[in-house]
T-cell receptor
Framework: AQSVTQLDSHVSVSEGTPVLLRCNYSSSYSPSLFWYVQHPNKGLQLLLK??????LVKGINGFEAEFKKSETSFHLTKPSAHMSDAAEYFCVVIKGATDKLIFGTGTRLQVFP | GAVVSQHPSWVICKSGTSVKIECRSL??????MFWYRQFPKQSLMLMATSNEGSKATYEQGVEKDKFLINHASLTLSTLTVTSAHPEDSSFYIC???????????FGPGTRLLVL
């Protein structure tokens, strides 16, 4: 069965420093993985997705994620955090033939000035 | 592209009344739409999946007679919370997906408060 685990419920960084949000997945075959961002009281915005093409995926707003099969990881990174990056981030995998999304528990990113 | 809207963005209603929430795909045809519920500081919980022109498929534990879903066109799905009670207060989010696509695009959400 497919699942994702977000290893940190909260991450705090200073503005201008790198961001690392960790996600590990479990899947019996090559998964489709997504990162979504949710700002307070808003819907979810797609940051990026991996669908078995390039292992390094570039998304919007300077974010990128690397699919590492050997580590079953899909960590989200950004070289330099901005105040506007403060939000909740969800790692998501598609559940097999049903095409339903399975969400991680989310990581809240705080950015301090 | 791939914009999904929801209306209303927030609604307050009295206990026992019904509330309708609309979800529209603005620039693409959504063969499948999904309805989620999100409790404070929690992840999203899938309530139901609807395909255009057919009955919605509800997740286990979701009352289909309480949460009526209609997907009458390729750009519109509605969720009606019937006889709402305070425990139905929540943030409801829809998403839409085009034919043959994997990616779901989410609406901005509707916050429902039942008094």
């Amino acid at each position: 069965a497919q699942s994702v685990t977000q290893l940190d419920s909260h991450v705090s960084v200073s503005e201008g420093t790198p961001v690392l949000l960790r996600c590990n997945y479990s899947s019996s075959y090559s998964p489709s993985l997504f990162w979504y961002v949710q700002h307070p009281n808003k819907g979810l915005q797609l940051l990026l997705k991996y669908t078995s093409a390039a292992t390094l995926v570039k998304g919007i707003n300077g974010f990128e994620a690397e699919f590492k099969k050997s580590e079953t990881s899909f960590h989200l990174t950004k070289p330099s955090a901005h105040m506007s990056d403060a939000a909740e981030y969800f790692c998501v995998v598609i559940k097999g033939a049903t095409d339903k999304l399975i969400f991680g528990t989310g990581t809240r990113l705080q950015v301090f000035p | 592209g791939a914009v999904v809207s929801q209306h209303p963005s927030w609604v307050i209603c009295k206990s026992g009344t019904s509330v309708k929430i609309e979800c529209r795909s603005l620039d693409f045809q959504a063969t499948t739409m999904f309805w989620y519920r999100q409790f404070p500081k929690q992840s999203l919980m899938l309530m139901a999946t609807s395909n255009e022109g057919s009955k919605a498929t509800y997740e286990q534990g979701v009352e289909k007679d309480k949460f009526l879903i209609n997907h009458a066109s390729l750009t519109l799905s509605t969720l009606t919370v019937t006889s709402a009670h305070p425990e139905d207060s929540s943030f409801y989010i829809c998403s839409a997906r085009g034919d043959g696509e994997e990616t779901q695009y989410f609406g901005p959400g509707t916050r429902l408060l039942v008094l």
